[in-house]
């Protein structure tokens, strides 16, 4: 018998006495508790518009805009020289070269047009030109409000759900991991391309998830509670964050083709070292000569 997968709040070790957690920026908790409280009252809303004629789509457009509206103008007040990157406006250069604010406001907001209770916010801090010139970045939230979980990690300082750090999943086998993905959608992505993909994993492992939020995805995967993760196609502001809190919880993010490029090349892969490495072969096989 396998031994039964460990749980999330097993895995995540609290901070050792004496370690100081510093948790995520002040800004970055507070604006994204904020527009976290103002989702959550226009979700309850969204629920009863369902079953109304008009259905609730300009009304979550609504919610979308405003929950970017409170976290821009929170970020902008406490870091008045960052940029930002956010989804519902476009890119604003700030003074300070080195740092921008990356945003997404509802990530998920398929789920939350439907009433289904999986959306998140995401909140990154990206150093455009970086170390070695490429963009780095420095730190991330991702902040799911109904379970008020906030994934954050810092570079270098690692990753944590609360005050406890996080690791991402210490399995080997294929056979027992779970891995999600986001599937191509009204003529968004490439679906041949995914459907070669599933065809190549699905085989091998023990389930696959499509929950509709890339951001919880990737944070799953650093708390362990996914041990894989692809998806291509996504913005910097659905996955910013949450590839920093998978590296920072001793994970692997790369392109398809295994290289440290899944933001510009828009195509993620995120494990385990082990995983990721098995993950890697099955993609390879299955996109070659296509
Ligand atoms: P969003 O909710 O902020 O739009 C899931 O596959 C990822 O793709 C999510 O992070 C989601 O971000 C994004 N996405 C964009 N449009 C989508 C759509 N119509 N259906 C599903 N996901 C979408
Ligand atoms: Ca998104």
């Given at each position: 018998m396998t031994p039964a997968p460990s749980a999330t709040a097993a895995r995540?070790?609290?901070?050792?006495?004496?370690?100081?957690?510093?948790?995520?920026?002040p800004a970055q908790a507070s604006s994204a508790r904020r527009a976290g409280r103002a989702l959550l009252k226009d979700f309850a809303e969204v629920e009863q518009l369902q079953?109304?004629?008009?259905?609730?789509g300009d009304f979550v457009t609504r919610a979308d805009r405003q929950a970017e509206q409170t976290i821009r103008e929170a970020l902008m007040e406490a870091r008045p020289s960052y940029g930002f990157l956010g989804e519902e406006g476009g890119p604003v250069e700030g003074e300070d070269p080195t740092r921008r604010w990356i945003v997404?406001?509802?990530?998920?907001t398929t789920n939350f047009l439907h009433g289904i209770p999986h959306f998140s916010i995401s909140i990154a801090v990206e150093d455009p030109h970086g170390a070695q010139g490429k963009p780095e970045i420095t730190t991330g939230l991702v902040y799911q409000p109904l379970t008020d979980e906030s994934f954050w990690a810092e570079k270098g300082r690692g990753a944590w759900l609360q005050d406890q750090r996080l690791r991402v999943s210490s399995r080997r086998d294929l056979s027992e991991s779970v891995i999600a993905t986001g599937i191509p959608f009204?003529?968004?992505?490439?679906f041949v391309e995914w459907n070669r993909i599933f065809g190549a994993v699905a085989p091998e492992i023990a389930g696959i998830r499509r929950l509709g939020s890339a951001a919880l995805d990737l944070a799953w995967v650093a708390a362990g509670r996914f041990d894989g993760f692809w998806e291509s196609g996504l913005q910097p502001w659905d996955c910013a964050a949450g590839i920093l809190l998978v590296k920072e919880a001793g994970g692997f993010v790369t392109d398809y083709r295994g290289t440290d490029m899944a933001i510009e090349r828009k195509q993620l892969l995120a494990a385990n070292d082990v995983l990721h490495s098995r993950l890697h072969k099955l993609l390879a096989g299955a996109l070659r000569n296509q």
């Open positions: 995540a070790r609290s901070a050792a006495p004496g370690h100081h957690v510093s948790g995520p920026g079953v109304s004629t008009k259905g609730p997404d406001p509802l990530d998920g009204m003529g968004h992505g490439n």
